[in-house]
């Protein structure tokens, strides 16, 4: 296994097993990382229309394809999001078009609803969700995307909506790192064939999992580092984590987590992990603290 790895997905599509973070500010830091990232190894590139740097990342996709001969359009796994308020069948058709003007691209690898709507603030949620699916459906038939899937869905939003779609969800992008696990929604999803992608891997703006004795003295043992062990984590999990870094050094240093093996033991210890914050838990949300080390949000 390597940074090229695949997973396939339920529509036999190929997802590299490790992806690229791209929440950078638009123009030349986006251009910049993302060329950095093509060059040390990377092939599955996440953004999203809301963090505003799609031209960027379209830009530095057009630029590293022109400058190397032997990587191809096919070699890399392209991902953008439709933001909440482009929720319902019209208005993400609209976000998707939008989306795909700024990058300049044929076709994207993969499209997601960014944030489910929920029963918290809506009492169509359920329909609401599969109006914005029915958009994601039909552009994929079209062969303008060529995977379809959803981020932030919890299991409850997951099971309604397939229970509603004609073709079922490939991907689920959730939070999920140590002390912040979100293991029903990702065993929900993997249970029903869908791909589990963790974004914030290393946790959020202050958050300890870099810090963390128990991660650290697991580094110590395989003459790693902790994020080197987070990751090596995730992807023991069958999760495909998407870690960003600005510096070549640390993106390549990411990408070394392919030589080492966790144990039985260490899987387990990293569970243990305390509450580490979770972003997608705020004012709004209920944390809901399950078993040691387990958490969710109630949406």
């Excluded at 031209?55 to 022109?66: D, P």
Aim: glycine share 8%; with cysteine; net charge negative.
């Amino acid at each position: 296994m390597n940074a090229q790895s695949t997973y396939e997905l339920n529509n036999g599509y190929q997802l590299p097993v490790i992806g690229f973070g791209s929440i950078i500010p638009d123009g030349e830091p986006t251009v910049t990382a993302i060329k950095a990232a093509i060059k040390a190894g990377y092939r599955n590139i996440d953004t999203a229309g809301i963090h505003g740097n799609e031209r960027g990342v379209g830009q530095a996709v057009r630029e590293a394809l022109a400058e190397d001969p032997t990587l191809h359009r096919e070699d890399l796994f392209i991902s953008t999001k439709a933001w909440w308020d482009h929720r319902g069948y019209e208005r993400t058709w609209q976000a998707f078009e939008e989306s795909m003007d700024k990058l300049g691209l044929d076709y994207v690898d993969q499209y997601l609803i960014h944030w489910p709507a929920n029963a918290t603030w809506h009492d169509d949620w359920k329909q609401l969700n599969a109006d914005t699916w029915r958009a994601l459906e039909e552009l994929y038939k079209a062969g303008r995307i060529k995977s379809i899937g959803v981020s932030n869905f919890l299991a409850n939003h997951l099971e309604a909506l397939i229970e509603m779609a004609d073709i079922k969800p490939m991907v689920d992008q959730i939070e999920y790192h140590p002390g912040f696990a979100q293991k029903e929604a990702a065993e929900y999803a993997q249970a029903h064939d869908i791909v589990v992608e963790a974004w914030s891997p290393f946790g959020g703006p202050g958050s300890h999992v870099l810090q963390d004795a128990t991660i650290n003295a697991i580094a110590v043992n395989h003459h790693k580092n902790a994020g080197q062990v987070v990751l090596r984590w995730l992807l023991q999990k069958g999760i495909v984590p998407l870690p960003k870094a600005l510096n070549p050094d640390p993106m390549a240093t990411n990408l070394e987590i392919f030589d080492f093996e966790l144990t039985a033991d260490e899987m387990a210890a990293i569970e243990t992990v305390p509450y580490a914050g979770g972003m997608g838990c705020n004012s709004t949300l209920t944390l809901h603290a399950h078993n040691k080390g387990e958490y969710s949000c109630k949406l």
